[in-house]
């Protein structure tokens, strides 16, 4: 059972894609035991929790505790996937955006990144290591207002989007990086 959310914060989980370099629905598929995008929802707990998610997702998530929206278009890509994400959650919600391929992701970088951000009133948070930006990113409803504005496959210009201001929680945690988008990738996780 979730907790009562104080944080004002919604996790997003973007679990939409075809992934057509698997072959399969890669996120029902087992990381150490458990579905890989069970493993990013747990990462979620402490917030109240949105899934962006392809038609073959949704029916695997119909009777957890999240919040589902569905995507029957993601070859328009993670904008696209941003966007149906902000319809639907109330302006004045800060997000914290998750990707379904990342399944090492910790539930404790998910409460630094946001405890970051709020410390410093940030638009933007993120993990980052050797100058390189991880998941799970921190959105302000600043921030947010710029999500209709997004176009293509990446969160990386909103992210980076001028007259934004950014905290970063230094880590050197692999789950902020480490994505599964081949069965060679999961492979050697599993290993």
């Known amino acids: 059972m979730?907790?009562?959310?104080?944080?004002?914060?919604?996790?997003?989980?973007?679990?939409?894609?075809?992934?057509?370099?698997?072959?399969?629905?890669?996120?029902?598929?087992?990381?150490?035991?458990?579905a890989m995008i069970d493993r990013v929802?747990?990462?979620?707990?402490?917030?109240?929790?949105?899934?962006?998610?392809?038609?073959?997702?949704?029916?695997?998530?119909?009777?957890?505790?999240?919040?589902?929206?569905?995507?029957?278009?993601?070859?328009?890509?993670?904008?696209?996937s941003l966007r149906l994400a902000?319809?639907?959650?109330?302006?004045?919600r800060a997000i914290a955006v998750f990707l379904g391929d990342k399944p090492l992701v910790t539930r404790e970088l998910a409460r630094r990144v946001?405890?970051?951000?709020?410390?410093?009133s940030a638009d933007v948070c993120f993990p980052q290591r050797d100058g390189v930006g991880g998941h799970p990113v921190y959105f302000s409803p600043r921030a947010r207002d710029r999500i209709a504005g997004l176009s293509g496959d990446t969160l990386q210009s909103l992210r980076d989007a001028p007259g934004l201001c950014r905290a970063i929680v230094p880590t050197a945690e692999e789950g902020a990086y480490l994505d599964i988008d081949d069965p060679g990738a999961l492979h050697a996780l599993e290993e």
């Open 41 to 80: 929802i747990e990462a979620c707990a402490d917030f109240p929790t949105l899934v962006v998610a392809s038609p073959q997702i949704a029916e695997h998530l119909r009777a957890s505790e999240v919040t589902v929206v569905l995507n029957t278009e993601a070859d328009r890509g993670m904008s696209h």
């Open 86 to 92: 902000h319809a639907a959650i109330a302006p004045e």
């Open 114 to 120: 946001v405890k970051a951000a709020q410390a410093a």
């Open 2 to 34: 979730r907790k009562p959310d104080a944080s004002g914060v919604t996790a997003v989980i973007l679990a939409a894609g075809s992934a057509t370099r698997m072959g399969v629905q890669k996120l029902l598929l087992p990381v150490r035991g458990v």
